[in-house]
């Protein structure tokens, strides 16, 4: 660490103390500076017992959007992404007591119910299909009866279709 950035942090340290000794009781202090597009030049200057989680909140409740653009913000949409797609493919669930467990739960169980509603989707387009030949065959049927049954099996095929890609 150079010289001047070894003073300067013994000078903002020396501030935050005294800065610090007019809080509130409990109250914690943090200093960031950070220059755009250079983040090897980030300083962070924190109290001890500083709870980032708190500092976050605090950022939050003056006016932090969750809307903004940020790495880390990425890098988490990226992990929820990846844990519904695997939780969809029921495979490589998050470590035990991973926040992403949720999400990998929540797709795993989806997925299920998916499966379950086109097996039985299968079942009543097969006997659509078995009733509209039963009535083709017994010579009684109704036309309109026969389009009807081709477009709901044709609405039960192309669901099933997107269902199981």
Request: negative net charge; hydrophobic residues 40%.
């Amino acid at each position: 660490m150079s010289a001047i950035l070894q003073r300067f942090h013994q000078v903002a340290n020396d501030a935050l103390d005294k800065i610090s000794q007019g809080l509130p009781l409990g109250a914690k202090i943090c200093l960031t500076i950070y220059t755009p597009g250079k983040p090897e030049l980030d300083i962070v200057l924190k109290d001890n017992g500083l709870d980032f989680d708190e500092v976050v909140s605090t950022l939050r409740r003056r006016g932090l959007s969750i809307d903004g653009d940020n790495n880390y913000k990425r890098d988490l949409c990226d992990v929820i992404v990846g844990a519904l797609a695997l939780g969809a493919q029921n495979t490589s669930p998050p470590p035990a007591d991973h926040w992403g467990q949720r999400f990998w739960d929540n797709s795993c169980e989806e997925q299920a119910l998916v499966e379950e509603l086109v097996k039985a989707l299968k079942i009543i387009r097969e006997n659509l299909r078995a009733c509209q030949g039963t009535i083709h065959l017994a010579g009684g049927f109704n036309p309109a009866y026969v389009s009807e049954a081709q477009a709901t099996m044709k609405i039960a095929d192309t669901a099933m279709a997107k269902a199981t890609r």
